[in-house]
């Protein structure tokens, strides 16, 4: 199957480019069954002005799926479902409605999807699911990573209402995208608040192909370089892992530290305006 993945909107744009960046992320996966946008950055203003500079024509997307429900994530989506037909699928966790808030200094603050249930169904159809689910031939989402034996992507400020009161977030709602190449699985990720190897594992028990690549936000930016290193060790003692594209909320520690393990030639940036052809990468 041919792949090509193209960073439409990440904290850094490629110098020259053109394009706007912002703290947030969005992903074109074009495949030979059409292509899939997974999330929809901060804002429509980057969204479709990246969008536009880069050739890629929204109207034709065969579906949207959302990594989870925080703003960084889902903030293009008002400005985007105006250019599409009404109807089109929307793939997610069944968690991805709660609402999400951080709180600091005393002071909380909402960072959910800036639009509500009844806006989101009058306009897609929703594929609300823990269970795997295939969105396009050779595309589908982790499903609900349960099993998290290893650290995750935590902020001790994020929370969800609990009862009368609130709770730290458990990020639900957080997913991947799985990718079937020729060569080997590619793993897409949003944010990763599961956990990079909590994510990569559940993904290995659900397929049988090796993972050959990971693309996206990782949220190792808050970990230690002990952390970081077991993380490197691992990956690159499973040996089928050759390829790695960080951005977003990974940071400059995991880019080097992962680099120094497994080699310059295996771990990149992914600014915006990235396209990563899998049949070249790989």
Not at 258 to 276: E, F, K, N, W, Y
Request: hydrophobic share 40%.
């Amino acid at each position: 199957m041919t792949l090509t993945i193209t960073c439409v909107v990440d904290n850094h744009a490629l110098p020259g480019s053109g394009l706007q960046h912002e703290h947030g992320l969005a992903f074109w996966i074009a495949g030979e069954a059409g292509a899939v946008l997974l999330d929809t950055g901060q804002s429509g203003t980057a969204l479709l002005h990246n969008l536009t500079a880069l050739g890629l024509d929204a109207t034709t997307l065969k579906a949207i799926a959302l990594s989870h429900a925080h703003y960084d994530h889902t903030g293009g989506l008002p400005a985007l479902a105006t250019l599409l037909s009404p109807g089109l699928p929307l793939y997610a966790n069944a968690d991805l409605l709660r609402e999400r808030f951080s709180r600091r200094e005393g002071v909380r603050r909402a960072i959910g999807m800036p639009v509500d249930e009844p806006w989101l169904r009058e306009r897609f159809t929703l594929r609300l699911d823990d269970r795997p689910q295939q969105i396009l031939p050779g595309i589908w989402t982790t499903g609900a990573i349960t099993a998290r034996p290893h650290p995750g992507g935590y902020a001790a400020h994020h929370e969800i209402r609990a009862g009368t009161g609130y709770a730290p977030d458990p990020y639900r709602d957080d997913l991947s995208l799985v990718l079937e190449s020729d060569r080997g699985l590619v793993v897409v990720c949003g944010c990763c608040h599961a956990g990079l190897l909590n994510t990569l594992e559940h993904v290995q028990r659900l397929f049988t192909s090796p993972i050959v690549a990971v693309i996206g936000g990782t949220h190792l930016a808050a970990a230690d370089a002990d952390a970081l290193a077991h993380i490197a060790r691992t990956l690159h003692g499973w040996g089928t892992l050759h390829r790695i594209y960080l951005n977003h909320c990974s940071g400059e520690n995991a880019y080097h530290i992962l680099r120094q393990v497994m080699g310059d030639g295996s771990v990149h940036p992914c600014p915006a305006g990235t396209i990563i052809d899998m049949e070249v990468e790989l």
